[in-house]
């Protein structure tokens, strides 16, 4: 079974940063498509940025200039960096991986991380 553990999450002012991390752990594994979504309660899910193996990435407008999205293959681990951070940016965060174990491919999520922005 695969695991992602998420990291960086907190409290932090309007117009500061906060860099999230995601490892993926386990074994007889890969991963394609990693990413980042925010929910709160009593919302839908929402996509904030993904990135293929390949790098290449994808971002809701909401966050376009302000958050970059990363990754490093060799680690399995998947970076969202989150700067210009504004009140309407609290929510909890959820790691997404694509994991691929012999020919299934099956979306796996993180347990959500709190980022909280205050005015």
């Known amino acids: 079974q695969v695991q992602l553990v998420e990291s960086g999450g907190g409290l932090v002012q309007a117009g500061g940063s906060l860099r999230l991390s995601c490892a993926a752990s386990?074994?007889?594994?890969?991963?394609?498509?990693m990413g980042w979504f925010r929910q709160r309660p009593g919302k839908q899910r929402d996509m904030v940025a993904t990135?293929?193996?390949?790098?290449?990435?994808n971002y809701a407008d909401s966050v376009k200039g302000r958050f970059t999205i990363s990754r490093d293959n060799a680690k399995n681990t998947v970076y969202l960096q989150m700067n210009s951070l504004k009140t309407e940016d609290t929510d909890v965060y959820y790691c997404?991986?694509?994991?691929?174990?012999?020919?299934?491919?099956?979306?796996?999520w993180g347990q959500g991380t709190q980022v909280t922005v205050s005015s």
């Open positions: 997404y991986a694509r994991v691929v174990r012999s020919i299934t491919e099956s979306a796996n």
């Open positions: 386990g074994s007889g594994f890969s991963i394609n498509a």
């Open positions: 990135i293929t193996s390949g790098g290449l990435t």
